[in-house]
């Protein structure tokens, strides 16, 4: 299987920050990577797909990169209602397998 | 609209098979894929498999020996039985469709594995 090590576990983050969180791959996926934020008691919602593309709806302070195996989701300047957990999820090979999250909370 | 509305029995006992059922809308299964993902509550997301929508199915390893999904596409219903159910299977299990990224979800259904 291939292994998504997600980080940072938690974080906090004010209004005007930069957030980014992490997920490294154990192989190449190939941008076979998506993002999803999930609010508490609701079903998550896809942000990014392909690894840097915007899913329909969600706003441009949200972004996606990739450095070699290490992908990227960061928001610019944050507002309080992007608090949620947020996990990213690999389809490039099947057993296809999510990082184990990140806890973002905005101040 | 899409929609994907999974339906099942919140309560199940140890050692009994879950029969989830994911019905869906506003697209044909033989035009998209969909998958089961479950979360333990207060934990992280699990994908569990997929049926293709050419029929082909792929799952966990580690749900591989109890784990079967299949479809009725006269019926638009995608369906998860997975046997020997435990305490550690308790959780809301989610299905999903897949096009650029999991684009639409369910609302879930909460199951519970007790005696």
């Known amino acids: 299987d291939i292994q998504m090590t997600q980080s940072p576990a938690s974080l906090s983050a004010s209004l005007e920050e930069i957030v980014t969180i992490t997920c490294k791959a154990s192989?190449?996926?190939?941008?076979?990577l998506s993002w999803y934020q999930q609010k508490s008691g609701k079903s998550p919602q896809l942000l990014i797909y392909?690894?840097?593309s915007l899913a329909d709806g969600v706003p441009s302070r949200f972004s996606g990169s990739r450095s070699g195996t290490q992908y990227s989701l960061k928001i610019s300047r944050p507002q309080v209602d992007d608090s949620g957990i947020y996990y990213c999820?690999?389809?490039?090979?099947?057993?296809?397998?999510f990082g184990s999250g990140t806890k973002l909370e905005i101040k | 609209q899409v929609q994907l509305t999974e339906s099942g029995p919140g309560l199940v006992h140890p050692s009994e098979t879950l029969s989830l059922t994911c019905t869906v809308s506003?697209?044909?299964?033989?035009?998209?894929?969909v998958y089961w993902v479950r979360q333990p509550s207060g934990k992280g997301l699990e994908w569990m498999g997929r049926?293709?929508?050419?029929?082909?199915?792929s799952y966990n390893l580690a749900l591989k020996s109890r784990l079967s999904i299949s479809r009725d596409t006269s019926k638009n219903q995608v369906f998860l039985n997975m046997n020997s159910l435990q305490a550690d299977d308790t959780g809301t299990y989610y299905c999903?469709?897949?096009?650029?990224?999991?684009?639409?979800w369910g609302q879930g259904v909460m199951v519970t594995v007790s005696s």
């Open positions: 999903t469709r897949d096009w650029t990224g999991l684009d639409y």
């Open positions: 506003g697209f044909s299964l033989t035009g998209y894929s």
């Open positions: 049926m293709r929508y050419n029929g082909d199915t």
């Open positions: 192989q190449d996926i190939d941008d076979y």
């Open positions: 392909d690894a840097t």
């Open positions: 999820l690999q389809t490039y090979s099947s057993p296809f397998t």
